[in-house]
């Protein structure tokens, strides 16, 4: 193979190859390389989560997280029409039970004005009308949400990147980066029909989408950064099979403004099944999804970062009634009976959790918006949060944008 490309991109989520396949449609002449170390692309949190196309309610006016969503709604949905992946436009209804979640929907409700996105108030009656099984004081009603496979189209774009020209290496894990003036010299382990070899691939320009990793990728470069990837274990449960038609559109709770997690919502999945979930439990290991995960790295990695001390203690409470609930199951029926009275503890089957890439700074505070690092021949996706996965092409876009002025500055 190869060893010598013009670009490397690290990570096969859909952040990352979104970012390839629109770099080689841009640089066409150019040698792109997309390395991966498991053996598919959408192996982490692209294909754990609840494949929602967001609108864009929850994100402050101005932030990145903002504009990415609100142009990767549309993006995302003219890629799903042009390669015939299904999509179903379900809307969504954000519940409010009580009347702080009231207040919490009013003010949800003005950032939507801000923000430019179309939604309806519903009173108790209008909500009782559109979903007969779901109770509540009112609720906001965000037409434009849809429900997708997200495995399914990072796998098309994946094939677009390859139709272009870019080449896939999987199994590949990345152990040691050097930059240089000219270049940027990467080792790797590649795993080939059981046995391990150890590569060195040297690229004009590199660009790491490393999700789980992000943090790991910069320290490899000696790039000085604030932030640490904490993971957060987010179960899931999926509905006995007669409770499919349970609800007509997706339902979520009122989220708590100073948390960056939505909250236990029922997904329509695109499926027909519907799912539960997630929770917000910390992780002892980064990718986790099995029903007892520690890591021994990870762990020690995590205590010894005083960011992972700070935000524990900021949200304790709130981080003892997640593990509560994900210890006992009635208690995690409880965030969805609250809304949702007639599903039962026998309703809830298993389903594969996922675990979120949450960046924490050294002082506690939760990164809620994207976070980006660079060198002088590399950029770093530090942070990518919901929703990265509707808003992949639009960060795809940005990414290639700062490359370019990159090489325009540099003439790399």
């Not at 390839?20 to 841009?26: H, V, Y």
């Not at 007669?242 to 948390?259: G, Q, S």
């Not at 990414?399 to 003439?411: A, M």
């Amino acid at each position: 193979m190869d060893t010598e490309y013009d670009y490397v991109v690290v990570g096969g989520g859909i952040v990352g190859v979104s970012t390839a396949w629109q770099l080689q449609q841009r640089y066409p002449e150019s040698k792109i390389l997309l390395l991966e170390k498991e053996t598919g692309v959408a192996q982490h949190q692209t294909g754990h989560n609840s494949g929602v196309i967001h609108a864009g309610v929850y994100y402050a006016p101005g932030s990145m997280k903002a504009d990415f969503c609100k142009r990767g709604v549309e993006r995302t949905l003219a890629f799903c029409r042009a390669h015939e992946i299904p999509v179903e436009n379900c809307g969504k209804l954000l519940v409010a039970t009580n009347a702080v979640e009231q207040q919490r929907m009013m003010a949800l409700y003005e950032r939507c004005q801000v923000n430019g996105i179309e939604v309806t108030l519903l009173d108790q009656a209008q909500l009782k009308l559109a979903e007969p099984n779901i109770i509540g004081l009112g609720a906001i009603y965000v037409a434009s949400t849809s429900i997708v496979d997200y495995r399914l189209v990072t796998e098309h774009m994946a094939l677009e990147f390859e139709a272009n020209g870019g080449i896939i290496q999987l199994e590949t894990k990345v152990t040691a980066l050097i930059e240089h003036d000219d270049q940027i010299i990467i080792g790797c382990v590649k795993h080939d029909k059981e046995k391990v070899k150890e590569l060195t691939i040297t690229s004009q320009f590199l660009i790491t989408c490393s999700g789980l990793m992000a943090d790991r990728m910069t320290q490899l470069l000696g790039i000085k950064t604030d932030f640490q990837i904490i993971p957060y274990r987010g179960e899931y449960y999926r509905l006995d099979s007669r409770h499919n038609r349970v609800v007509n559109h997706l339902i979520y709770p009122i989220p708590d403004p100073d948390l960056p997690f939505l909250g236990v919502h029922l997904t329509r999945m695109i499926d027909g099944s519907v799912t539960v979930g997630p929770n917000a439990v910390q992780g002892w290991k980064r990718e986790g999804y099995g029903a007892i995960n520690v890591s021994v790295q990870d762990t020690w990695q995590m205590l010894t970062f005083s960011g992972f001390w700070n935000v524990t203690r900021k949200h304790i409470k709130t981080g003892l009634t997640e593990l509560k609930n994900s210890w006992w199951k009635a208690g995690y029926l409880k965030a969805v009976n609250k809304y949702c009275p007639s599903i039962t503890v026998d309703d809830l089957k298993p389903y594969p959790a996922g675990i979120r890439a949450q960046a924490v700074l050294s002082d506690g505070t939760l990164v809620h918006d994207f976070l980006f690092a660079e060198s002088a021949r590399s950029l770093h996706v530090c942070n990518a949060p919901s929703p990265a996965a509707t808003s992949a092409i639009p960060i795809g876009e940005y990414i290639c944008d700062k490359v370019t002025n990159k090489r325009n500055d540099s003439e790399l």
